[in-house]
């Protein structure tokens, strides 16, 4: 799999990025971190700034925590909360019920939409393809 065009963000773009590239890039998946890395790069340099919901941080967080590995859970969790947190609101909620009802999507993967609608986001960067009915904000997959 061949990394993402990382390239294509404007320098200054938020970006929300979903659970499973922040995974693969965590634990160095062997084959999908290389995808996602270059977005990460970009991230270190200060070219992107990232933003994650707090669904996010619950998804990260559980594999370290089924491990038991509670110092991973620190170091995880200070990375995240070291980018833009978007906390679930009712008008988050509101929009997220609603793109999953026209859109017929997952409720965890709306929630994500609306939440980088709600920001402003110039992008969502996930590995998921049921983001592919999305035409309101641009996702990179």
């Known amino acids: 799999m061949e990394p993402l065009d990382a390239a294509a963000l404007p320098d200054g773009a938020l970006v929300l990025v979903d659970s499973a ?4 890039v965590l634990e160095g998946h062997p084959k999908l971190a290389r995808r996602f ?5 970009r991230h270190a340099k200060g070219e992107i700034a ?3 919901t707090t669904i996010t941080i619950a998804e990260v967080l559980t594999g370290p925590l089924n491990a ?3 110092v991973l ?3 995880y969790r200070a990375v995240l909360e070291s980018w833009q947190v978007v906390e679930l609101s009712a008008d988050i909620a509101e929009s997220a019920a609603r793109l999953r009802a026209s859109l017929n999507i997952k409720l965890p993967d709306a929630v ?3 939440s980088a609608i709600a920001i402003n986001a110039d992008a969502l960067v ?3 393809r049921d983001f592919s009915r ?5 996702v990179i997959a």
């Open 21 to 24: 590239p922040i995974i693969y």
């Open 37 to 41: 890395q270059p977005l990460f790069d």
């Open 50 to 52: 990232f933003a994650v």
């Open 68 to 70: 038991g590995d509670e």
């Open 73 to 75: 859970v620190k170091r």
């Open 112 to 114: 994500q939409v609306a």
């Open 126 to 128: 996930t590995h998921d």
């Open 134 to 138: 999305v035409t309101t904000l641009k």
